[in-house]
């Protein structure tokens, strides 16, 4: 049975940090990229922070770069994204999903290229 939970969302006040985690099972973690994605209330669901399938390299959207860090341990099937500086703009659910195809790279250009979705961490930054 295919799992994919995020974790790590909560209540937390502009400036501040938190750790959000994916734990995935019953499917393959590696050799596959994966991504963290989120919707705010009343946007479309978007993609974030990418991670290769080595971990080698990563992709950040603008509105995060700089303030988050995507991060994978193989050995524990899980997922990480690192959110720091946290802005109200940043509030909205969290979801993590794997790229459907294996041995990609970071590079982030379609929703369509992932699958295997979570059902969503919430966070919320408080101004």
């Known amino acids: 049975q295919v799992q994919v939970v995020e974790s790590g969302g909560g209540l937390v006040q502009a400036g501040g940090s938190l750790r959000l985690s994916c734990s995935a099972s019953?499917?393959?973690?590696?050799?596959?990229?994966w991504g963290w994605f989120r919707r705010a209330p009343g946007k479309e669901r978007e993609g974030i922070a990418i991670?290769?399938?080595?971990?080698?390299?990563?992709y950040y959207a603008d509105s995060v770069k700089g303030r988050f860090t995507i991060s994978r341990d193989n050995a524990k099937n899980t997922l990480y994204l690192q959110m720091n500086s946290l802005k109200s703009e940043d509030t909205a659910m969290y979801y993590c999903?794997?790229?459907?195809?294996?041995?990609?790279?970071?590079?982030?250009?379609?929703?369509?290229?992932?699958?295997?979705w979570g059902q969503g961490t919430q966070v919320t930054v408080s101004s």
């Open positions: 991670i290769s399938w080595r971990g080698d390299s990563t």
């Open positions: 019953g499917l393959p973690f590696d050799p596959y990229a």
């Open positions: 999903a794997r790229r459907l195809a294996p041995y990609t790279g970071a590079s982030y250009s379609s929703l369509a290229d992932f699958g295997y």
